[in-house]
């Protein structure tokens, strides 16, 4: 069984910088890549930035030069740098894991329950 955790989130001013992190817990997988989704009531959750398990990284064009995602392997940890916030940054932040589950090698797909940003002007 695998669990994801985000935390950091909370009220910052525009311009300001946060960091996001979340951990999966849990035995049994491979990783394959972590995202970072946002979402806005009403809205779809959409993604923002993801790292592969090589390291390759993609971000959405809104958050490109703003927000840097990071991993630590040894700590199945990931990490959203996200720097010169913007009031329409603000929104729940949900992390998922992109995995392989290591004894039949069937897909795992899991969510956190996300954390809240928001961005006041």
């Known amino acids: 069984q695998v669990q994801l955790k985000e935390s950091g989130g909370g009220s910052v001013q525009a311009g300001g910088s946060l960091r996001l992190s979340c951990v999966a817990s849990?035995?049994?997988?491979?990783?394959?890549?972590m995202t970072w989704y946002r979402q806005t009531p009403g809205k779809q959750r959409d993604l923002v930035a993801e790292?592969?398990?090589?390291?390759?990284?993609r971000y959405a064009d809104s958050v490109k030069g703003r927000f840097t995602i990071s991993m630590d392997n040894t700590k199945n940890t990931i990490y959203l740098q996200m720097n010169s916030l913007k009031p329409e940054d603000t929104a729940v932040y949900y992390c998922?894991?992109?995995?392989?589950?290591?004894?039949?090698?069937?897909?795992?797909?899991?969510w956190g329950q996300g954390t809240l940003v928001t961005v006041v002007s």
């Open positions: 790292i592969e398990s090589g390291g390759s990284t």
């Open positions: 849990g035995t049994g997988f491979t990783m394959n890549a």
């Open positions: 998922n894991l992109d995995a392989t589950r290591n004894y039949d090698a069937r897909a795992l797909d899991a």
